[in-house]
Structures are given as structure tokens and as C-alpha cells.
């Protein structure tokens, strides 16, 4: 049989328009495909959360794909690999407490093993805004990243998500919005995103669980955003606390649900 194109247009079109129009409304909308979003959204949607995850670039990876400065390697140290072994992915022992794993592996895998567990990925595409109702945040606001990148003047589209999850990494894009837009107070010592400092791995690693926490109503903040928005340092090519933090956060939001249920 000859393949007809339009009837490729008419499925690509139908099958997507299906996918989004079921995820305008969602249990957890997650900002940013780097490590820390894809493992919240893993760890979320095996617990039976309807989750979506928002991605600016084409692919999901944020920083991993590079391990450190391009060397595709990345290093975790043993509480980090636990969470490499949940996803089956290789490690190897490089001395005591420190293991290094394929980068390309390590977030094909990650990403593969959220998506089968039923999180959606929205790639290309960025989160401009945010909802608020009765001082709360209430969802997100989304446009194509092209449209964001050439500035041309096209009005984005809403999203209805119980939670969100800022895991944008160095540049805290939701929490920045809420702080120049919105009169909500973020849980963090000034009220406000405190920025990141400078690199040290082994406080900062620590500090990314620690600050892995809700921050303002409606609103989590996990991986790097996290140790940004409360003044902790980067850690730089180690990425266990990334992965701890995405697991952290998705069970902070299973518990709260279970305390609302209840
Ligand atoms: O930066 P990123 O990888 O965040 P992460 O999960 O991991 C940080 C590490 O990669 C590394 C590190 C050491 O471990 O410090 O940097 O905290 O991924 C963040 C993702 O968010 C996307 C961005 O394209 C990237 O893929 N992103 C950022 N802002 C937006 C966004 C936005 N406004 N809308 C949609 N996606």
C-alpha cells in the first residue's frame, strides 16, 4: 500500500492534540528535563501521579549529556549509584565512594524509564509564567521555545497543575517569574531566590538534598534549582545529589497527598 502523507499529518496532529488536551490538567507539572526532573518524574508517575514534564530544548538531559566539560562521563558517589542501580544503569567503581557511569546511558535511560512509567514529555517548549490563585500557584504558562527564541509576539497557553516542580537548574525560571511577577514570599532566608555560589562539590551535594523542599505555595524546587534558589554552591560534574533530590521531591509531594487524602 502507498503511503499517504496527509494521512501522517492527520495522525501526527490527532495523536498529539489527544496527548496535550489530556495533560492541560495534571497532578504535577515538572519545569525542566535535566536529572532531577526526570527522576521526580519517574519516581511520580510509578506512585500513580499524572505528570508532565515541560522541556525548552529539543532533547531532555539538561546538563548530563556532557558529563564535565564534554568528557561524557559523570561521577556519583554511593547513595548516587543506588539511584543509577534502581534504573539498571552500569557504574564503575573508580576508588572507595566514587563510581562513574556513561552519561549517554545514564539519562537515555533515566528518560526511558520515566516516560514507560507514564510521565509525558512536552519538549521545545518553555515555561514563560506561571497561574496564581488565592496565593497559590495554580499551573504554568507555555509557549513553543521557537516563539521564545525569536521573539515574535504570539500569546502562549495555560496548563492546571497541582504542583509544580521548578527543576530548571542554574537559572531558577519559575521562581524568577514568581518573584518579579507575583506578592508571594519564597520559603528561603531573604524571601527571595538567593542565587548560587561558588563551586564546591561536596557542600553543595549535601546542601541539594537539604534545600530540596516546597518554597512557595503550589511550588517545589529540586536539583541545582534548589541549591540556587537558597544560596548553596554549584557541585559541578558530580550528579548523585541530582538524583537524590528528584527522589526526594517526588516523595515529598506523594506524602502530602497521602496527608490531604487522609
Ligand atoms: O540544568 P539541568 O540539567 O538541571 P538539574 O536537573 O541538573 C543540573 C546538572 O545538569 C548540572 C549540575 C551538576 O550536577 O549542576 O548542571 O538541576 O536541566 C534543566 C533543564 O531545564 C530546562 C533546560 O533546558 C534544561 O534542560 N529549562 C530551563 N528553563 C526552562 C526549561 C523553562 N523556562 N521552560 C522549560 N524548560
Redesign the pocket.
Known sequence: MALNEITITKAIVERFSQKFLEYTEVDTAI???????LVAAYFLAKAGNKVAI????LS?????WGGGMMFNEIVVQKEGKEILDIFNIRTEEYQPDYYTADAVESITTIASYATRAGAKVFNC????DVMIRENRVTGLVINWSPVEMTGIHVDPLTIRARNVID?????N??LRVIERKADMKLNTETGKVMGERSLWADKAERLTIENTKKICPGVFV????ANAAFGGP??????G??LLS?KKVAELIVAEDQKIRT
Open positions: 519545569v525542566g528535563a535535566g536529572p532531577s526532573g515541560f522541556e525548552r530544548k531532555v538531559g539538561g546538563g548530563m517548549m518553555s515555561v514563560e527543576t530548571t537548574g542554574h537559572a525560571e519559575v529540586a536539583g541545582m534549582s554549584r557541585m559541578g560534574p558530580i550528579f545529589g541530582m528528584g
